[in-house]
């Protein structure tokens, strides 16, 4: 009975103690961020910009390109969850990360090994009657030896008792490192999202330029055909036929270059959507420059950063990870114990090996006692926490960083919807001033010099106010992708089974 008691105490102890884990316990991170606004900028104030949009702070929407409202252009975002290669890239990482996991936490399961063998053993005539040493030793001989067949098989299994934790902070920084996969394709997504508008955009916008090159080629063909019937009437030069030819020749130097970018931007797009070169050039052919208008922009608080951006949230399952991993370096200075036990059979013939007499048995623990290690332990230990240190750091600079583009992306968004809205202002004046010149010329009362240097001058307004319209969406583009949105849980969660090549193309889903 006391016996009895003894054991049952020892295994409550046991089981006590598996329950115990070292290291230290990992503590979220405070991010630093402010909790009401951006601060530090006069630019970045949530007031209204000009053009009656407004920076609010209300949570981010998740499918925000269709702030656009841009047709072409949520048809593409709808395609990007399933169809890009970093996408997919990042969801095949995730899945050896979950598969990585999945190993560290079998040691937390007893192992077991069956094992069958057969010998044929038939000895020498040496080995039979003994060597002549043996002989002159005394020792006794065998004097026949027959050759003997012998059967074995049996069961093995071996638990290493996790009374410190070693394998518990293993699963916690497997799980962690899990979770920094998950951020990290959250974060492709959003980074291809924001790619896949950038580049759509910057082809609209290039398109637009091709469309204001068309239109002055236009207006100075008509000033080239006034100039040659001036000449013809006798009331002016062959200079400003020239002039008026050589500023034709001019814009329509810039066509081909515009053209080539729209081939390139076009071949980007299908790229990002891994699709072959000229496979979008149907549906992108044609289309309208993307102005964004939005009356109120949901730009959410600083604080939101911390959970909307993956990046930080990736970072701060490394710094996890991190954290459980000094744990593990702890437990390697406990001992460690292990139960162990066989079950076998032997028998020199097969009929005989099931049977009760055959049976062979060993049970009972190790235990494994660290005494000399040569400082590995004390040096993996240190290891382990200066990496702690370098992850927390890290931690931080993301944080930082995602700060820093925020009210970057704040402050050149405002500007440049000021710049816009000169820019627009210059162009109806120069528009009236081309108007009056060429009436004044017509007259013969202004020179040719000054139509022609107000057609140059417009021109070039006109494919600034473009360029900065396209720079518009741009940095709103940026702005999102610096606020974290756009990802969500649409995407796949298993890897592709075979080549991506020999795959057909899934059905796009919509975002939530």
Same mark, same amino acid.
């Given at each position: 009975?006391?016996?009895?008691?003894? $054991?049952?105490?020892?295994?409550?102890?046991?089981?006590?103690?598996?329950?115990?884990?070292?290291?230290?316990?990992?503590?979220?991170?405070?991010?630093?961020?402010?909790?009401?606004?951006? $601060?530090?900028? $006069?630019?970045?104030?949530?007031v209204a910009f000009e053009g009656s949009s407004a920076t609010v702070p209300e949570p981010v929407d998740p499918a925000w390109w269709q702030a656009f409202r841009d047709a072409t252009l949520t048809s593409l975002m709808r395609r990007v969850a399933d169809a890009n290669l970093d996408v997919k890239t990042a969801t095949v990482r995730l899945a050896e990360s979950r598969f990585q996991r999945a190993a560290v936490a079998s040691a937390q399961l007893p192992g077991l090994n069956g094992s069958a063998r057969y010998q044929h053993q038939n000895l020498s005539d040496v080995s039979?009657?003994?060597?002549?040493?043996?002989?002159?030793?005394?020792?006794?001989?065998?004097?026949?030896?027959?050759? $003997?067949?012998?059967?074995?098989?049996?069961?093995?299994?071996?638990?290493?008792?996790?009374?410190?934790?070693?394998?518990?902070?293993?699963?916690?920084?497997?799980?962690?490192?899990?979770?920094s996969f998950e951020e990290q394709r959250r974060d492709a997504l959003v980074s291809s999202l924001a790619e896949v508008a950038r580049d759509y955009i910057q082809l609209r916008g290039t398109q637009t330029q091709i469309r204001i090159a068309n239109h002055n080629l236009k207006i100075q063909q008509d000033i080239l055909q006034l100039t040659q019937t001036r000449q013809q009437k006798g009331l002016t030069t062959s200079l400003d036929v020239e002039n008026?030819?050589?500023?034709?020749?001019?814009i329509r130097a810039q066509l081909p270059g515009l053209q080539q970018q729209e081939a390139q931007q076009t071949n980007a797009v299908s790229f990002l959507l891994d699709l072959p070169p000229d496979a979008l050039r149907g549906e992108l052919a044609t289309g309208k420059q993307v102005v964004p208008m939005p009356a109120r922009f949901p730009a959410g608080i600083p604080s939101d950063l911390a959970r909307r951006r993956p990046d930080i949230r990736a970072a701060e399952a490394q710094l996890h990870a991190a954290t459980a991993d000094i744990g593990v370096a702890v437990a390697e200075f406990y001992p460690s114990i292990q139960l162990n036990g066989s079950v076998g059979f032997d028998a020199l013939k097969v009929g005989s090996l099931l049977t009760a007499r055959a049976i062979t048995t060993n049970l009972g623990p190790s235990i494994s006692i660290p005494v000399f290690q040569g400082g590995r332990l004390k040096a993996t230990l240190e290891l382990r926490k200066a990496q702690q240190v370098e992850a927390a750091i890290a931690y931080h600079r993301t944080v930082l960083r995602a700060w820093h583009e925020v009210v970057d992306a704040l402050i050149a968004y405002r500007t440049e919807r000021q710049r816009r809205a000169r820019l627009a202002r210059q162009v109806e004046h120069l528009r009236q001033a081309l108007s009056l010149a060429r009436e004044r010329y017509n007259d013969g009362v202004t020179e040719f010099t000054t139509v022609l240097d107000t057609a140059r001058t417009l021109l070039q307004a006109e494919q600034d106010h473009a360029q900065s319209t396209t720079n518009i969406s741009i940095?709103?583009?940026?702005?999102?992708?610096?606020?974290?949105?756009?990802?969500?849980?649409?995407?796949?969660?298993?890897?592709?089974?075979?080549?991506?090549?020999?795959?057909?193309?899934s059905k796009a889903r919509k975002p939530t």
């Open positions: 009975m006391g016996q009895n008691l003894h $054991a049952v105490a020892a295994i409550s102890v046991m089981f006590a103690l598996a329950g115990c884990t070292v290291g230290p316990d990992f503590v979220r991170p405070d991010p630093g961020l402010p909790k009401r606004w951006f $601060a530090g900028s $006069a630019a970045a104030a949530p039979a009657r003994g060597s002549l040493i043996d002989g002159l030793l005394g020792s006794p001989s065998i004097s026949s030896a027959k050759p $003997a067949d012998l059967f074995t098989g049996g069961f093995d299994a071996s638990w290493e008792l996790d009374l410190w934790g070693h394998v518990r902070r293993q699963v916690e920084a497997a799980d962690a490192q899990v979770q008026a030819a050589a500023q034709v020749e001019a940095d709103l583009v940026q702005l999102y992708k610096a606020l974290g949105g756009g990802w969500e849980l649409t995407y796949p969660n298993a890897p592709p089974e075979q080549p991506i090549s020999s795959q057909r193309p």
